[in-house]
């Protein structure tokens, strides 16, 4: 048997073309017996809708964007991998677009792209998603968007996020509850929002038990693996702490090879956590303690704000927004202090 058609899904379906393509497209006023039926003979055929004839065909491309600026590759594949797969599954395509920040030039480039392409929708990432000409151009332009984990002027768009100022709190309480009162902490890049709240987090469990949070022993980092190898040498000198937590989980393993470098073994002599729960996480020795920040759902989640319509600019009332849970991974490298 040849590929699939939208007349084959409709003849086995018992329904017309006009159906199967507004199921496809996920459009509105279908009975849901319908659409199951429709969905499940597309699926038996391995139907996929042609990108190219549905675009033409209406003025949707079917492509939703991801714009990023962020030093970790780990972050950054998380995010494409759960957008694309939930893109992949309504029948669309995931545009990945690099973006600096710093460039005068964003906003053109931003326009451009949105008109070149026709995107349906953005998903913006931080830093992006807190830079304001990004936000005026995709308002103007009427393009939906999405932002993951902003930090200004949150109420301002469709957002999804996660406690991170909670989530960095339970994880150093955890290390005090093993024992430790003397903790360095790694604050993220500058100029991402959940760095702060991070930081802030951090400060809160250690006040909450009556613990002193000393000026150096809170080094600034910038969310990369040579950051955390900067800070872990700045903090692992004479008089160090007990534990470390960094603010994300490459700076978090700069500080590992920091201590070893000084000879320090991770963890009888220093405790380090870190945030994210990335794949090296769990591949290096010994796997790391981290916040499982759930990357790849809440970059889904933006996907489905789109792709639903719940992005549609402008909004009456609040802004949809989602806040997914996070999960403490204690691992092999926290323990009790020596």
């Known amino acids: 048997m040849g590929v699939a058609t939208i007349n084959d899904v409709a003849r086995l379906a018992g329904v017309s073309i006009k159906t199967v393509s507004r199921v496809m497209n996920r459009e509105p006023n279908v009975r849901e017996e319908t659409r199951a039926k429709v969905l499940s003979v597309a699926e038996s055929l391995q139907y996929r809708p042609s990108q190219s004839a549905r675009s033409l065909a209406g003025s949707r491309s079917f492509l939703i964007g991801l714009l990023f600026d962020n030093p970790s590759a780990a972050y950054v594949t998380d995010v494409q991998l759960g957008a694309a797969a939930r893109c992949r599954a309504s029948g669309r395509h995931l545009v990945i677009e690099p973006v600096d920040t ?19 929708g953005v998903i913006l990432t931080p830093p992006v998603c807190d830079d304001a000409r990004v936000l005026d151009v995709l308002e103007q332009m009427g393009v939906p968007y999405v932002r993951l984990a902003p930090n200004r002027d949150p109420d301002r768009s469709p957002r999804v996020t996660m406690d991170d100022r909670a989530a960095a709190a339970e994880m150093t309480r955890k290390l005090i509850a093993l024992g430790h009162t003397d903790i360095g902490f790694v604050i993220g890049h500058p100029d991402h929002g959940a760095s702060e709240l991070r930081r ?31 800070a872990g040498e700045a903090l692992l000198g004479q008089g160090r702490p007990t534990a470390v937590f960094a603010s994300n989980d490459d700076m978090a393993l700069g500080v590992m090879a920091a201590a070893r470098q000084l000879g320090l073994d991770v963890p009888r002599d220093l405790s380090i956590a870190g945030f994210d729960d990335t794949p090296a996480a769990q591949s290096v020795w010994p796997p790391l303690t981290t916040v499982a920040q759930p990357i790849g759902a809440m970059a889904a989640a933006a996907a489905d704000m789109i792709i639903d319509g719940e992005a549609a600019h402008p909004h009456t009332g609040a802004p949809p927004s989602r806040e997914l849970g996070f999960t403490l991974r204690m691992r092999g490298s926290t323990v009790e202090p020596a």
């Not at 710093?102 to 349906?120: F, G, H, I, N, Q």
């Not at 006040?207 to 600034?220: C, F, N, S, V, W």
């Open 102 to 120: 710093a460039a005068p030039d964003l906003p053109k480039l931003v326009r451009e792209t949105c008109r070149a392409l026709r995107l349906d």
């Open 200 to 230: 802030q987090g951090f400060v809160d469990a250690m006040r909450e038990a009556g613990l002193e949070t000393r000026p150096d022993r809170m080094i600034q980092g910038r969310f990369s693996f040579r950051s955390g190898f900067d």
